[in-house]
């Protein structure tokens, strides 16, 4: 039987002794390589050396956790994991200026088979996730409000004024909450034309005289959770190619393997991170 092949990480970081920890860590688990904090030796060595994950050690120098930060889009375009490691107060700071870049937070103080421990599972749900092309940030819930007043003139659904034609792709997004609505819509407004839908109810009764390019979906909703939703789309021959990326708090191993056997394009954990979110809509629409 062939040996599995090892994970590869790419550690970067501004603390010299930090990185030897890595490497110490590490490095009988994966194939280790280090990089300068230069912007043109990061991103040659994400070219060649093709790591699954991105880990920065840092004490915390600004200038250079400033420089990681570029590299949010291709991180999510090859769906590669990134790690922090430092001070909490470091990895609060980072998480800070990169608008929660960060998909695993290894804060200190934390043993080394933690490390290894947290690493191993977020490497394995990446894995679960590769086929539709999902990546996960970290989980965390909204709050709720009145729809009327987080978007007005919502209602049931609420549609952005009309495009020129084929200037402007269209987002559908299906969620129950509307505080995760307008964040939403708050995210995508500059880039793509949004309709939100609070149910899939509502959705289809949409999809029935409007296209969409891409429809955005949660996972818990009243009445029809996400899953059912897209069995429904999927069942109807004129909007079944659409694409459909979960967009949900639902971490749950169970439950993600029953969403990605319905083959959805992907699977993205709340809290939403701008970047992350226009780097996948970038690679379906």
Known sequence: ?????????????????????????????????????????????????????????????????????????????????????????????????????????????????????????????????????????????????SIQSLIPGLGDVSEAPAPAENVRKHVLVIDDDPMMLKIVKDHLHDNYDVATAVSGKVAYKFLEKKKTDIILLDYEMPGENGPAVLKNLRQNPEIASIPVIFLTGVAERDKIREVLSLKPQGYLLKPIDKEKLLGTLDKFI
């Open 1 to 145: 039987m062939a040996e599995k092949k090892k994970k590869r990480i790419l550690v970067l970081g501004d603390n010299e002794a930090m990185i030897d920890d890595m490497f110490t860590m590490l490095g009988t688990f994966y194939d280790l390589v280090t990089s300068s904090i230069r912007l043109e030796d990061m991103e040659n060595h994400m070219t060649f050396f093709e790591p699954d994950l991105l880990l920065l050690a840092t004490a915390g120098e600004g200038k250079n956790m400033q420089k990681v930060v570029t590299l949010k889009r291709r991180l999510t375009r090859e769906n590669i994991i990134f790690a922090i490691f430092g001070s909490q107060e470091t990895c609060h700071s980072f998480q800070k200026i990169s608008g929660a870049m960060a998909d695993l937070i290894l804060a200190r103080p934390i043993t080394a088979e933690k490390i290894r421990e947290l690493i191993e599972e977020k490497l394995e749900e990446a894995d679960l996730l590769q086929e539709p092309g999902g990546s996960i940030p970290e989980k965390a819930s909204s709050g709720g409000a």
